[in-house]
């Protein structure tokens, strides 16, 4: 079974840095892409960063370009997203997500607050 | 980027009676080489993660009421809830995962009449 475990959320304030992590196990973690997606308050979800399996390629949404760095170490199953420069906005939960064997799977999400 | 639009924002449907959603995508998410739709269907209540009802448009997740459908190819599908049960009251939201980035549809509120 797949399982995803984020953590590393909080409170920080803006123009502050948090290091998100997601552990993942029940799956070999280094054959598949991964995603962080968010979610504001009351809102709706929101794809932020992929990864490919080997690291070599990553992608972001525009809202967080330069200033969120994705990244993955295969030995250690763990999936991390690096946010720098952090503004109210990004104030949201964060999960990590991959697509194995065709079947989308989450994590419980870590909430991340921006705030003075 | 593909875009998902769902459809109603919101509906109220009594005890027993079907609800119907539907996803419509700005570009087909299905891929011909396995004829498979990259399309998922979450349930999301209050303070609680996405849970996956239905994935490649149709295949309901392990554990998932019959109750719940999916149906739809290329750019429109529907998740259907058959009987609607008061532990149904969430937020619904369609998934392409077919290309990154990924993109949700705005989700659909479900309420009991």
């Known amino acids: 079974e797949v399982q995803l475990v984020e953590s590393g959320g909080g409170l920080v304030q803006p123009g502050g840095s948090l290091r998100l992590s997601c552990a993942a196990s029940?799956?070999?973690?280094?054959?598949?892409?991964m995603h962080w997606v968010r979610q504001a308050p009351g809102k709706g979800l929101v794809w932020v960063s992929r990864i490919t399996s080997d690291g070599s390629s990553t992608g972001y949404a525009d809202s967080v370009k330069g200033r969120f760095t994705i990244s993955r170490d295969n030995a250690k199953n763990t999936l991390y997203l690096q946010m720098n420069s952090l503004r109210a906005e990004d104030t949201a939960v964060y999960y990590c997500?991959?697509?194995?064997?065709?079947?989308?799977?989450w994590g419980q999400g870590t909430l991340v607050t921006v705030s003075s | 980027d593909i875009v998902m639009t769902q459809s109603p924002d919101s509906l109220a449907v009594s005890l027993g009676e079907r609800a119907t959603i539907n996803c419509k995508s700005s570009?087909?998410?299905?891929?011909?080489?396995?004829?498979?739709?990259?399309l998922g269907w979450y349930q999301q209540k209050p303070g609680q993660p996405p849970k996956l009802l239905i994935y490649w448009a149709s295949t309901r997740e392990s554990g998932v009421p019959d109750r719940f459908s999916g149906s739809g190819s290329a750019t429109d599908f529907t998740l259907t809830i058959s009987s609607l049960q008061a532990e149904d009251v969430a937020v619904y939201y369609c998934?392409?995962?077919?290309?990154?980035?990924?993109?949700f549809g705005q989700g659909t509120k479900v309420e009991i009449k």
């Open positions: 998934h392409q995962y077919y290309s990154t980035p990924w993109t």
């Open positions: 997500s991959s697509v194995v064997t065709g079947i989308p799977g």
């Open positions: 029940g799956f070999t973690f280094s054959s598949y892409w």
């Open positions: 570009q087909s998410v299905s891929y011909s080489s396995n004829n498979k739709n990259y």
